[in-house]
């Protein structure tokens, strides 16, 4: 999120084993079973002999194939996000605001046009450790993020679970607190293959040292809970890969951290963020693995005006490198980097195109683009 209120490369040599492939894939096509059914979704395999009738077929095509049908479980090959064939993958969606402030635009409701309306593959659920969040009432804000995982899961999408710290800026003031997080996340939801973690938002005033240290310290947790699971690890400079601290890429390049299916993050806000930002990421996506999991068309702070054509720059560079992006953020908040207007929330209006601010109708096109 923003500062003020924060915050064709295919198949690696070290994919998972056949044993481990066929174990996942019996996962995925259950989850899949499990998503499709819970939300009314019409949907069948192979043609069914009708009976008494040999050789006839009634085929019953799906309404709509959802994100987790089409590519299942997700991994990270070279320099990019694949599906469960080896297939490039890139997901568009949205990341909620802080979970501790608008839970009520984060309904049913609300999914269904997120996912239905707008087409969207993923929400990143965002449960702020400190502002209010998580260190206040750990239980009740892991139920709140698990009930959102149901029900995106329910959809058919794909959940970014975001440790969303932000102040204090070192993660490892919230070590502690993010193995307990994760550790009961991945207990109720690690045996399901459409979650992706990323456990430390937008680390800032620290260097990259010490953000390694604590992605080694964490990622055997979440892995304990969910060997597969695609982890994505902050960046310094308020995972802007350095820039906003007067750094770049170089030194993740050069100490990646030690663990399989990685990725890293970049943020960035398109009417503050614009050249040297720009050019940062296109060098890094081609020697890292890249998920912007947050962006905004307007200024750092999540407010100000829009600048929509270096916005436009950005999405088209990620659709290039074959970048997976979520848009800050899915709430009525009053700032211009909300997607609904104040009140929608409320009235439960989220269907109605006169509800979307200018930013809510310009991002909502290009997820369904």
């Known amino acids: 999120m923003s500062r003020s209120f924060r915050s064709e490369v295919q198949g690696s040599a070290d994919r998972a084993s056949a044993a481990g492939r066929r174990s996942r894939q019996h996962r995925s096509a259950r989850l899949w079973l499990a ?16 009976a008494g009738e040999e050789g006839e077929a ?32 890139q997901l568009r969606g949205m990341s909620t605001h802080g979970t501790q402030w608008y839970e009520n635009c984060v309904t049913d409701e609300s ?29 009740y804000f892991t139920d709140l993020a698990s009930r959102i995982i149901d029900q995106a899961t329910a959809r058919g999408m794909y959940v970014i679970v975001d440790w969303h710290m932000l102040t204090p800026g070192d993660p490892n003031a ?19 293959d459409n979650l992706l973690y990323e456990i430390a938002n937008e680390p800032n005033g620290v260097g990259w040292s010490s953000i390694r240290s604590y992605a080694e310290e964490v990622i055997p947790v979440v892995r304990a809970g969910d060997p597969d699971g ?19 890429e170089a030194e993740i390049v ?32 081609d020697q890292l693995p890249i998920f912007v999991t947050e962006f905004g068309t307007e200024e750092y702070t999540g407010d100000g005006g829009a600048d929509f054509a270096f916005a436009q720059r950005y999405l088209d560079l990620l659709a290039e490198k074959n970048i997976s992006w979520t848009n800050w953020n899915y709430s009525d908040d009053f700032r211009t980097g909300a997607v609904f207007e104040p009140g929608t929330c409320d009235a439960g209006t989220w269907s109605d195109p006169g509800s979307l ?7 909502s096109e290009r997820i369904r683009g």
């Not at 269904?112 to 206040?136: F, H, K, M, N, P």
């Open 35 to 50: 998503g499709a059914l819970a939300a009314g979704t019409a949907f069948a395999g192979a043609s069914l002999a009708t």
């Open 58 to 89: 009634a085929d019953a095509a799906p309404e709509a194939v959802t994100p987790f049908a089409e590519h299942g479980a997700l991994e990270v090959c070279g320099t990019t996000l694949c599906g469960e064939n080896g297939t490039p993958v």
């Open 111 to 139: 999914l269904d046009v997120l996912a239905g309306d707008w087409g969207a593959d993923v929400i990143r659920v965002s449960t702020y450790v400190q502002e209010d969040g998580y260190e206040t009432d750990p239980a």
């Open 174 to 192: 919230n070590t502690e607190l993010a193995k307990q997080f994760f550790t009961d996340i991945t207990a109720r939801h690690g045996d399901q």
């Open 230 to 248: 695609v982890v994505i690890v902050g960046t310094p400079g308020w995972s802007s890969l350095g820039v906003s601290d007067g750094s770049d």
């Open 254 to 285: 050069a100490d990646p951290v030690n663990a399989e299916n990685v990725m890293y993050t970049f943020h960035f806000y398109a009417a503050s963020h614009q050249e040297g930002y720009i050019d940062t990421l296109a060098r890094a996506a």
């Open 357 to 363: 601010k200018e930013s809510g109708a310009w991002i």
